[in-house]
C-alpha cells in the first residue's frame, strides 16, 4: 500500500541551529502534502499545507519564517525549523493524499520528534 | 481550526467493550475519521464513515454518527490489550486538511 516516510526520525540539536525534516511519498505523487505538530500528550496540530511548484499555506498562529516548507518535486516536502528554541521540541508528523484515491488514502507518515536543547 | 473534543481516558476491562466519544463544531465536514496511535508512533486509520452515514461496522468496530448533535462514537468490540493506545476523531471537508480532536488515552486492563 501507499507508505509516507520522514527522515530523520529523531533529531537532537542545539538551540539556535536549523533542522531539515523530510516527508516523501513512496509510491504516488502528492501535489498537496500536510505538516502537523504534535506536543506530548496533546492531539495533533496543523501547521501548514504545502504546495508543489508554490508558497506553503499556514494555519493562523504558526510563523511562516520560522518553519519553512518547501515541496520541491511531487514527492518531497521538506520543513525546516529555523533558530530551533526548546520550545520548538515537539513530534512533527506530515501526511499526504494519493489523489487517484478516495477518503482513506491520506496517509500519516512515522513522525520525527525534535529535541531542542 | 475547527473544534474537535474528546474525552482524554477510558479504562476498560479485557473482554468489554470500549466507546470512544467526539464530538465537532464544523458542519460542513464530509468525513469523520478515527485514527489510533501507539506510543511513539504515527497514526494508523481505523475507520472512516461518511456524514450521510448514520453507521458503519467494520469487524470489532463500529461507528455512530448522530450528525444533528455533531456527535461521533467509536465502539470496539471484544476489547483487547493491544487495543491500548491513543483514539483520536478528526475531521475533514475535503479530505485533505484534518482537524484532529485531542485523543482519548483507552487502556485495556487484563
Known amino acids: 500500500g501507499a507508505v509516507v516516510s520522514q527522515h530523520p526520525s529523531r533529531v537532537i540539536c542545539k538551540s539556535g541551529t536549523s533542522v531539515k525534516i523530510e516527508c516523501r511519498s513512496l509510491d504516488f505523487q502528492a501535489t498537496t502534502m500536510f505538516w502537523y505538530r504534535q506536543f506530548p500528550k496533546q492531539s495533533l496540530m496543523l501547521m501548514a499545507t504545502?504546495?508543489?511548484?508554490?508558497?506553503?499555506?499556514?494555519e493562523q498562529g504558526v510563523e511562516k519564517d520560522k518553519f519553512l516548507i518547501n515541496h520541491a518535486s511531487l514527492t518531497l516536502s521538506t520543513l525546516t525549523v529555523t533558530s530551533a528554541h526548546p520550545e520548538d521540541s515537539s513530534f512533527y508528523i506530515c501526511?499526504?493524499?494519493?489523489?487517484?484515491?478516495?477518503?482513506?488514502?491520506?496517509?500519516f507518515g512515522p513522525g520525527t520528534r525534535l529535541t531542542v536543547l | 481550526g475547527e473544534d474537535v473534543e474528546q474525552s482524554l481516558f477510558l479504562s476498560v476491562r479485557e473482554g468489554d467493550s470500549s466507546v470512544i466519544n467526539c464530538t465537532y463544531t464544523d458542519s460542513s465536514s464530509t468525513y469523520l475519521y478515527w485514527y489510533k496511535q501507539e506510543p511513539g508512533a504515527g497514526l494508523q486509520l481505523l475507520t472512516y464513515i461518511f456524514s450521510n452515514m448514520d453507521m458503519k461496522q467494520d469487524q470489532r468496530l463500529t461507528v455512530l454518527l448522530n450528525k444533528k448533535d455533531k456527535h461521533l462514537s467509536l465502539r470496539i468490540a471484544d476489547t483487547q490489550t493491544g487495543d491500548s493506545a491513543i483514539y483520536f476523531c478528526?475531521?475533514?471537508?475535503?479530505?485533505?486538511?484534518?482537524?484532529f480532536g485531542s485523543g482519548t488515552k483507552l487502556n485495556v486492563k487484563p
Open positions: 501526511s499526504a493524499r494519493d489523489e487517484r484515491g478516495g477518503p482513506d488514502t491520506q496517509y
Open positions: 478528526a475531521e475533514s471537508d475535503n479530505f485533505n486538511k484534518f482537524y
Open positions: 504545502s504546495n508543489e511548484g508554490s508558497k506553503a499555506t499556514y
